[in-house]
Structures are given as C-alpha cells and as structure tokens.
C-alpha cells in the first residue's frame, strides 16, 4: 500500500469504534513508518558523511551541495557571532556556559551534548562522537541516553516539542530548526 492510501484508510476509520486489537495494528503501523523514516534519514546522514570524506580524500569537492553542511557552517557562524574568542576551546566553553543558564541544564556534560547535536544540525550523531565531543568519560550507549533524556526535559521545560532531538541506531539528531532556536533563544542570556 502506498502513502496516499495508507492516510486514506487512516482518514476513514473510525477510532471510537475501533477495536483494542485495530488500535493496536494502527499503533504497530505507525512505529513501522516511524522507523522507515529514521532509516532513510540515517542513511542519508551516511551518505553525507561518505561524500563528504570521499572529496576529501580525492581532494575534489563534493559531487552535490549538501544542506546539512550548509546548516553546519551557518551554525558555526551563528555561535561564533553570540560568543566571540579567541579559540575553539574558549568559544565552546562560553557557549556551553549559555545553554547551561539558559536550559537549567545539569552539567557540563550535558551541555556539551546539547551542543554537539546543535552543531550538526539534522545529522545523526553517534553515541562515540557525543562523548568525545562533550568530554564524557564513557562513551556507552546508556551514559548518553541519560543526557539525552535530561535533555529532552529540559527542552520540553522550556516549550520546545519532544521531536527536537530524534533517535537513531546509535545515535541522536537535533532537528534543523530547533538548533536554530536554541541558538537564538540562548543569545537572549
């Protein structure tokens, strides 16, 4: 069954008459449709990440332009601008510092999870390059799922959806347009 049809049959069934066992199979569905899309949008990410390394080892640019780096790149100008300093370190401390009193987030980790994913605005992330990037001591999967959650909290505190930050296998994506207003909500610190 294609799309249309699917939201055809959705639109015409009838919930309050629907069966536990009917809801349930439009439960399952919808987790089916779910986890299609964060596959394609995980290989897509691959693929970015691939292109992007392939150029870079031919020394060519890369065959298309990607809007994820194009965001990457307007993120990085964007940070630069709210915390000007004198190297990377001392940007990103004073950015981190901003989320922190912004989100009334628990901990530098935390805040260097938030963001990393900010700075890869609609790319997954790994779980590996959370940790590195945030200064974790682990790079387990459940120590960031931990920051992750207490993210997503301290998100939803302060009116964002909980679709801001999606999950993939292994790994984690701000949603391109809620990176661009955390940066602009954390200006107004």
Known sequence: MNASGFSR????????????????QLEDAFRS?????????????ELEAGLALRATQTDQAPMLALPFEEDRQDVERAIRALVPGKNA???????????????????WIAAGVLSCL???PG??????????????QSDKSGVIRVYICQLRASLAL?????EAIETGRGAYRIVRSAAFEIINAVAQV
């Open 9 to 24: 049959r959705v639109a015409d069934l009838d919930l309050s008459a629907a069966t536990d066992t009917q809801l349930m």
């Open 33 to 45: 449709i779910a986890d299609s899309i964060a596959t394609a949008r995980k290989v897509m990410s």
């Open 89 to 107: 370190v001392e940007i990103e401390s004073k950015f981190r510092k901003r989320v922190l009193d912004h989100f009334d987030i628990e901990g």
């Open 118 to 120: 900010v700075r890869f």
């Open 123 to 136: 790319r997954f992330v790994s779980h590996a390059e959370l940790a590195a990037a945030a200064g974790a």
């Open 158 to 162: 302060k009116g964002y959806s909980g």
